[in-house]
Structures are given as structure tokens and as C-alpha cells.
């Protein structure tokens, strides 16, 4: 039950009263999912894959964001909006990794896992 609590407060969706990407830097590193469409197939199991290795997320200080179409953020990050595409955003504000399938944990935590900052010993 703590385990689908926590996951469910890993995913939201990006709104205007959604901080600026700015207010998660150094905290946390944030995935970005940009979907077509909010019953996007793709969409449905990335968050089923989140809430079922949300203890991984917690770990690595990811918390994630479905980002619905024609927000700003697609402008930002030039994403096409007819494919489903995965942005992970690292604690520095820069872009670390860009996907547009389904994102395996497993590939995801490898990446994370390999920053400096996590390396340093850094969450």
C-alpha cells in the first residue's frame, strides 16, 4: 500500500500551476512523459512500469510528469505531438536522456545510476 501511495505522488501532470522546472533543480531529477493523448497506450504502461518499481524512482530522487498537449513544455523541448517521448531532466536542469518508447526502469536507473552526482554518492 506505501508502495502505490509513494507512486502515486511520483506521477502528476504538468498544469499551469505546476512549478517552473527550475524550482526541481538540485532536488530532484524529473522524467517527462509528452503524450499525445492522456489514453495514449504507451502512456498506460510507462506509468504502470512507475508505479511498480517506485521504490527505484524514490531512490533516485525522480518524480515524473505527464505532459499533456499543447503545454509549453512541448515547445520548449521541440517533441513532435503525434509520438509519445520520454525526456529525464538530471538534478543539474539539463537534458540527459530523450525516448520516444516505452523507457524499461532497468535502462532508466542505469542511466541515473551512472551520473556523477549519483556516482559521488549523491541520491
Do not use: C, Y
Request: net charge neutral.
Amino acid at each position: 500500500m506505501l508502495h502505490l501511495l509513494l507512486a502515486m505522488a511520483l506521477i502528476s501532470t504538468w498544469n499551469e500551476k505546476t512549478p517552473d522546472l527550475r524550482h526541481f533543480q538540485w532536488k530532484n531529477r524529473v522524467l517527462l512523459l509528452f503524450t499525445p493523448s492522456k489514453t495514449d497506450a504507451v502512456l498506460k504502461k510507462q506509468t504502470a512500469l512507475v508505479e511498480a518499481h517506485s521504490a527505484g524512482f524514490e531512490e533516485r530522487d525522480l518524480i515524473v510528469f505527464v505532459v499533456p498537449d499543447h503545454a509549453p513544455l512541448w515547445e520548449r523541448f521541440q517533441v513532435d505531438a503525434r509520438t509519445f517521448t520520454v525526456v529525464l531532466i538530471g538534478k543539474d536542469g539539463g537534458e540527459k536522456f530523450r525516448q520516444t518508447s516505452l523507457l524499461e526502469p532497468e535502462k532508466l536507473f542505469q542511466i541515473v545510476d551512472s551520473m556523477p552526482m549519483r556516482r559521488a554518492g549523491e541520491r
